[in-house]
C-alpha cells in the first residue's frame, strides 16, 4: 500500500539552484497538490491539478511551477531557489474534486533547505 | 476569504482523562470542516470531516468533533486520551461554494503524559 510517494525526502540546495520535486500517486485519484509548511503557518496550498491535464494556483505559486505529468504523477519545480523556499513540502492526493467526497491523502514530505 | 484559528500551541492531558483541541472558522459560505493529524516525521493523515448533516462527527482513532454554527467552532474531542494519540493536529476549512484550497490552522501540539 504505497499510497502516495515522495522523492525525496531531503535536499539541500544554494540559492539559485534549481530542482524538481516528485510525486506519485497509486490510488488512481483524479485530483493532486502540492503544499508547503512552515512552522507557526499551517500548510499553505501551492499548486494543485483537479486531473490530468489541468493545474491551477493556489495561495502561494509565486517561484514554483508544476507538471502533471500523467494522472499519477504531479511534479513541483523550484527553478531559481530561494532560501524564503526553505519548507517541508508535502503532495497530497484525493479521488476527485473538493466536495462531500473530500479527504486528503498525504505523502510523508520532503524537507528542503535553501542556503 | 476563509480562515481558522487554533488558539492553543500546545494542550497537555493526563493519559485517560478527555482531551478537547479548539478550532474556529471564517468562511463566507458553507463550511467545509477538517481535522488532520500529524506524527514525527509522517505526513498529514485524515481524523473526520463535517460537510453536512449531524453536528457531532465521529471519526478515527475515537475522536469526534462537534460543529457549533452560532460559535463558529469544531472542536475535537477524545473522551479518554491515549499516550499514542501525542501528535499535531490541524484543523482545516473550506469555504463549500467554491475554491480548491483547504485553509489549514496552524496546528496544536497534543501531548499526553502517562
Known amino acids: 500500500n504505497a499510497g502516495v510517494t515522495q522523492t525525496p525526502k531531503f535536499q539541500v540546495l544554494k540559492t539559485g539552484q534549481s530542482m524538481t520535486l516528485q510525486c506519485a500517486q497509486d490510488?488512481?485519484?483524479?485530483?493532486m497538490y502540492w503544499y508547503r509548511q512552515d512552522p507557526g503557518m499551517g500548510l499553505r496550498l501551492i499548486y494543485y491539478?483537479?486531473?490530468?491535464?489541468?493545474?491551477d494556483k493556489g495561495e502561494v505559486p509565486n517561484g514554483y511551477n508544476v507538471s502533471r505529468l500523467n494522472k499519477r504523477e504531479f511534479s513541483l519545480r523550484l527553478e531559481s531557489a530561494a532560501p524564503s523556499q526553505t519548507s517541508v513540502y508535502f503532495c497530497?492526493?484525493?479521488?476527485?474534486?473538493?466536495?462531500?467526497?473530500?479527504?486528503?491523502?498525504f505523502g510523508s514530505g520532503t524537507q528542503l533547505s535553501v542556503l | 476569504a476563509q480562515s481558522v484559528a487554533q488558539p492553543e500551541d500546545q494542550v497537555n492531558v493526563a493519559e485517560g482523562n478527555p482531551l478537547t483541541v479548539k478550532c474556529t472558522y471564517s468562511?463566507?459560505?458553507?463550511?467545509?470542516l477538517f481535522w488532520y493529524v500529524q506524527y514525527p516525521n509522517r505526513g498529514l493523515q485524515f481524523l473526520l470531516k463535517?460537510?453536512?448533516?449531524?453536528?457531532l462527527v465521529k471519526g478515527s482513532y475515537g475522536f469526534e468533533a462537534e460543529f457549533n454554527k452560532s460559535q463558529t467552532s469544531f472542536h475535537l474531542k477524545k473522551p479518554s486520551a491515549l499516550v499514542s494519540d501525542s501528535a499535531l493536529y490541524f484543523c482545516?476549512?473550506?469555504?463549500?461554494?467554491?475554491?480548491?484550497?483547504?485553509?489549514f490552522g496552524k496546528g496544536t501540539s497534543l501531548l499526553v503524559t502517562p
Open positions: 463535517y460537510i453536512t448533516g449531524d453536528n
Open positions: 468562511v463566507s459560505g458553507n463550511p467545509y
Open positions: 490510488m488512481n485519484h483524479n485530483s
Open positions: 482545516a476549512v473550506r469555504d463549500g461554494n467554491s475554491g480548491y484550497a483547504l485553509n
Open positions: 497530497a492526493s484525493s479521488v476527485g474534486p473538493p466536495g462531500i467526497n473530500e479527504k486528503l491523502f
Open positions: 491539478s483537479a486531473s490530468e491535464g489541468t493545474t
